[in-house]
């Protein structure tokens, strides 16, 4: 018996120092498993390729790109090394300038859009019973083509036939504002569609967040005797700060992505009122055929938008209640 027990013991000891054998020789050789890793590297394989043919190549050919005289029908071989000689003009240019400044004013929309999206998310939430149906309502502008929408604005717009300064001269204006056709409210303009668009998105998110406030907090308020307006700023708003801060920085890359509502609402006139960037961007790429140029642009608002983007999250700390 006891000649049987220490030859089992043998064989088990010998068993786990061949499976400690096997599992360190796996570990230690690089071609084991290789099956499995080739079988993954297929996987993503597809992802990869598309990721650095569609953005990786192109980011680095831009960065590249930025520091070249180089027209993009030439090819590759007629660019010429500049240095920062693009940069410098573009810093000096009056129309980039411009474009620039008209921007930052484009950015000013973002918190007007989400202090009209929370009220409106906090009604919705508190006091109407079809909410589903209202959902859907101010969704359809954000889900809309942004094409339709600008040029159904354009009708919206004008400056003598549109319905909208129809109804002013109606009401008694007598030099009802030329919207998109006026230098001063063209940009207000493109400002006040921006807003509308996006207060849906806004809502829909603004909802989610607000569903996971606890009633409680705003019962003991009530007790307390604090007004709607008082639990409003010192419940709702605090506890919703870090939806606030994820669409504030949503809000405000997108701002400088603003393209096709500008070009087909107003091409960036009159007199360059509404060009931004983006917009300054396409003219010299593909238009004026400066790709190079056009590449600096494009590195020029990859930092101002990293430095904003930055900021922000320093900020997020002072005012975000998590």
Same mark, same amino acid.
């Given at each position: 018996?006891?000649?049987? &027990?220490?030859? *089992? ?5 010998? &068993?786990? *120092? ?16 290789? +099956? ?10 597809? &992802? ?14 831009? $960065? ?7 027209? %993009?029908?030439?090819?590759? /071989? /007629? ?17 980039? $300038? ?7 004013? $484009? @950015? ?26 209202? /959902?859907?309502?101010?969704? &359809? #502008?954000?889900?809309?083509?942004? @094409? ?6 354009? @009708?919206? %717009? *004008? =400056?003598? +036939? ?13 030099? =009802? ?36 406030? #606890? ?26 700060? #870090? ?13 400088? +992505? @603003?393209?096709?509502? !500008? ?13 931004? #960037? ?11 055929? +400066? ?5 600096? !642009? ?15 999250? $320093? ?8």
């Amino acid at each position: 018996m006891a000649s049987e &027990m220490k030859s *089992h013991m043998t064989e088990t000891t010998i &068993m786990k *120092h061949k499976v400690k054998k096997k599992v360190k020789k796996r570990n230690g050789d690089p071609f084991s498993g290789w +099956k499995e890793n080739v079988s993954g590297y297929l996987f993503i394989a597809p &992802m990869f390729i598309g990721t650095s043919v569609l953005v990786l190549f192109p980011i680095i050919s831009s $960065l590249i790109l930025s520091f070249t005289d180089w027209n %993009f029908v030439s090819g590759y /071989k /007629k660019a010429s090394w500049i240095g920062f000689d693009n940069f410098t003009a573009l810093l000096t240019n009056s129309i980039f $300038l411009k474009a620039l400044q008209n921007n930052l004013i $484009l @950015v000013l929309a973002i918190p007007i859009t989400l202090f009209i999206s929370l009220s409106l998310a906090v009604v919705i939430n508190n006091f109407i019973y079809f909410k589903d149906v209202f /959902k859907v309502i101010f969704f &359809m #502008p954000f889900i809309s083509s942004v @094409v339709a929408v600008a040029v159904v604005f354009q @009708v919206l %717009f *004008h =400056p003598t +036939k549109g319905p909208i300064n129809q109804i002013l001269m109606k009401l008694g204006v007598e030099n =009802p504002p030329g919207w998109i056709a006026d230098v001063t409210f063209s940009l207000p303009s493109v400002m006040i569609i921006m807003i509308w668009t996006g207060i849906g998105f806004n809502l829909i998110i603004y909802l989610a967040g607000l569903q996971n406030i #606890p009633q409680e907090l705003y019962e003991a308020a009530e007790i307390d005797g604090a007004s709607a307006w008082y639990q409003f700023t010192k419940i709702t708003i605090p506890l919703v700060s #870090p939806t606030t801060f994820l669409l504030l920085v949503t809000g405000v890359i997108s701002s400088f +992505k @603003v393209f096709d509502l !500008i070009i087909v609402l107003t091409g960036g006139g009159p007199a360059n009122s509404t060009i931004t #960037p983006v917009v300054y961007l396409y003219q010299q790429a593909f238009l004026e055929l +400066k790709t190079g140029y056009a590449s600096a !642009i494009a590195l020029v608002m990859f930092i101002i938008i990293l430095a904003i983007t930055y900021i922000q999250f $320093l900020g997020q700390k002072k005012w975000v209640n998590y």
